[in-house]
DNA sequence: CCCCGTAATGCACACGTGTGCATAACATCA
DNA sequence: TGATGTTATGCACACGTGTGCATTACGGGG
C-alpha cells in the first residue's frame, strides 16, 4: 500500500533503477533528472522500505535490549543511555522484558535473532554464561550489562561494585563508626557477592575485624518493608552503628522500618544504600547512597556495539561509582 | 551467513519450497519427508528471517512506542503495559524517545514508518492534532495516550483526569477543609486544564466558593525543590488549609518546602498529589495521591492497536483513577 | 491399455531495494 | 569515417520466504 520506488519511476517513465540512484544521488544520473524525480518522490510521500533495506544489506540497523521488567528502578536510565545513543548512530532499539525469568530471557533473544537485529544488549541477565555456548548458533554479539551470572561470556559492561561497595563503607569508618553491618540479598548473587567483598575491603584496609554475624540476608521474596523490619530486629541484637546495604530498595526498607519502631536515623543506626533511585533523594532522612551511573552504563554498552559493528576489538569495561552523601549517615553517637 | 531455507534445501536434496512447505506443516508434504527436513532445520541452527517474512507478508508483527523521556517516572509503567500485551500477541516493540521536542517526535514517528511498524502509540503527545492530517500520507494507525493537545486526532486512550481531580478534593472536602487550593502546572495544557476542572467540579458540588487567587502555577523552569519554595511563600499569604497539586513531582516539592520551613504536614497543610509515582510512598509522610493506572493504560493502548490491526471499529477510551490516602492529608487544625 | 484422481514436489513469481553489467546515444579525436 | 570515450539509463539478478500453478509419478477402475 505504501508508495514504492515503481510507483514513483511508472509516474516518472523511467525504470526503478533511475529512481533508486536519484535518490541516493548517483553520479551518473542526469541533474535534472535527479531533481525531477526527487520531487516527484517528494509530492507522492514516498518513504523507504527499511524492510527492503534490511533484506538485501543483510543488515538491520536495529539492536534489542532485554530488561527484566520496568517496574525495577535501575533498569530505566540505562535504557535511556541504550537509546540515546541508538537513536544519535541511526539505530532503532527492540524493548523486551525478561520479568528475571531465564525461560523467558531465552525466548526474548530467540525473537530477536529472528528479527535479524545486529547486536543484543542484555541487562542483569541470568544466564550470562550460556551465551558463549549459543552464540556459535547465532551470529549475533551480545553484550551483558550487570551481568548476574559467573561464568564464560564474551562482552561486558559493569559498574564496579567493589570500588562502590568500599566507597560506601570507607564514608562509615571515617565517620568513626567501627561495628558496620551488611544486609545483602541473596537473588542477585555475583553483584551481592562483589559489593559484599568491597565491604570487607574496606573493614579489613581500615584494621577493622570481620565478624560474620553482622552479615545479613533478609529473604527476597518479602517486600522491603517486611524485610525491613525483619533486619532490623536482627541488627539492634548485634548492636551494630551503621549498616551498608545491597541496594537502595533494601535500605529504605530498612530506613522505614527504623521509624516505626523510633529508632533513630542517622544518630542511633546510619544507613548507606547503594544505586541512587530517584526515591533515594525523597526519603526522610534522604539516603546517603552510592550513586550507580546507570545513564554511562547503557551509552556505554550501545557504544560497545557500535564498535564491534565496525569491526573493532572491544574489551570489557567497569565504570566507577561515587558516593552522594546525604542524610541518613552520621557519626556515631556515644 | 545465518542458515536459509535454501542452505536445508541443499543438505536435504529437495527444493526450498518443500523446506518452506514442511516447516509451515503443509499437508501436501508426506509425513517422513517432513519429518527428516524439520530435524535438519533443527540441527543446522534454522531461524526464519523476519525481515523477509514481512517484506513478504506486508506487515512486520511490529510497534513503535513513542515516549517522552525515560527520566519520566510516569511514562515507564506505560511501557511496561505496553510491552507486555504486545510481547503476549507476538508483537516486537520499538522504543525510542521523543525529548519532548515535537520535531523529535516528528523524527521517531518517520524512523518508525520507515521501519514499517503496524502500528504507533505515543505518550504524552505534543502534536496530536497535527496527525490527523499526516495520517494520509503515511497509512499507520496511531493511538495517543493522555494526549497534551487539544485538536483533531483519531484513536487515543486516557486517565480520566477530571474524574481523578474530584476524587482528590473531595478527600479534602470530606476531611473538613474548606480554603483549598491548586498547584498547576503550565506545560502541560490539556491535562493541567483537566484536572483544574474537577478542582472546580468538586468545590462547586459542595457549595464551596471559587476563588482565582487560590490557584497557583509555578514555573516549570525550576526543579521542584525551587517551585515548592515559590509556591509555599504564595500560598502561606492565602490562608488555604489544603492544596491539590497537578502531579507527585509538585506536591512532593511542596511537601519538602514545608520541611524546610517548619510548616507541618498534614496538621498545618493537607497536600493531595496526582499520579502515584514510587517515590509517592516513601516519602514523609507518605503522600495522599490519586494512582493513576499507567500499566493499565498502556495494556489498554496495545489491546485497541491489535483491534485496529484485526480491522475492528475501536473507540477513544478513558479509565478511572483512584485515590490512595496516605499520610500527607488530615483534617484542618482550629 | 487408457483415463482420471490423488499425492508429492518443483518452477516461477512476488514483496521493495540496490548494484554489476550491458546498452544506447552522443561527443571527441585521429 | 571509424575508433574510443563519456554520459545516461535499463536489464537482470540478489536478498529470504511463501504460494498459485504445473509437473511427475503412481494406483485404481473401466
Known amino acids: 500500500m505504501p508508495v514504492t520506488i515503481k510507483d514513483i519511476a511508472k509516474a516518472a517513465g523511467v525504470s526503478h533503477t533511475t529512481v533508486s540512484r536519484a535518490l541516493r544521488g548517483h553520479s551518473a544520473i542526469s ?22 533495506q534490511s533484506l538485501l544489506a543483510q543488515r538491520t540497523r536495529t539492536i534489542g535490549l532485554v530488561i527484566t521488567t520496568t517496574a525495577d528502578p535501575f533498569t530505566v536510565q540505562v535504557v535511556g543511555g541504550v537509546e540515546y545513543v541508538a537513536q544519535t548512530a541511526g539505530y532503532s532499539v527492540f524493548l523486551s522484558s525478561s520479568h528475571n525469568d531465564p525461560d523467558r530471557e531465552i525466548a526474548v533473544v530467540e525473537t530477536f535473532h ?4 545486529d547486536a543484543i544488549i542484555v541487562t542483569s541477565s541470568r544466564l550470562g554464561s550460556l551465551y558463549k555456548s549459543r552464540l556459535d548458533k547465532i551470529q549475533v554479539p551480545i553484550v551483558l550489562i550487570n551481568n548476574q551470572e559467573e561464568g564464560e561470556y564474551l562482552y561486558s559492561v559493569a559498574v564496579d561494585d567493589v570500588q562502590g561497595a568500599q566507597l560506601g563503607v570507607q564514608h562509615l569508618i571515617e565517620l568513626g ?10 537473588n542477585r548473587p555475583k553483584s551481592n557477592r562483589r559489593r559484599r567483598q568491597g565491604y570487607e575491603t574496606a573493614m579489613k584496609n581500615a584494621g ?18 517486611e524485610r525491613g523490619h525483619e533486619t532490623l530486629e536482627q541488627i539492634l541484637q548485634r548492636n551494630v552503628t551503621a549498616v551498608f546495604c545491597y541496594n537502595d530498595l533494601t535500605a529504605i526498607g530498612l530506613s522505614l522500618a527504623c521509624r516505626d519502631r523510633g529508632i533513630a536515623v542517622p544518630e542511633r543506626l546510619s544507613i548507606v544504600g547503594f544505586d541512587d533511585i530517584d526515591a533515594a533523594m525523597y526519603v526522610t ?8 551511573p546507570r545513564f554511562e552504563l547503557g551509552q556505554l554498552a550501545m557504544e560497545m556495539v557500535l564498535d564491534l559493528l565496525n569491526g573493532q576489538e572491544v574489551q570489557d569495561k567497569t565504570v566507577a561509582c561515587h558516593l552522594e552523601v546525604r542524610g541518613s549517615t552520621a557519626p556515631p553517637a556515644h
Request: aromatic share 6%.
Open 31 to 52: 541533474a535534472e533528472t535527479t531533481a525531477r524525480i526527487r520531487k516527484l518522490a517528494q509530492e507522492m510521500g514516498y518513504t523507504p522500505s527499511a524492510v527492503a
Open 114 to 117: 529472528r528479527r535479524r537485529v
Open 177 to 186: 563508626h567501627r561495628r558496620i553491618g551488611y544486609v545483602g540479598l541473596t
Open 208 to 225: 577493622l575485624p570481620l565478624d560474620p554475624s553482622l552479615i545479613f540476608s533478609p529473604i527476597p521474596d518479602h517486600d522491603i518493608f
Open 285 to 292: 532522612p534522604p539516603l546517603t547512597t552510592v550513586h550507580q
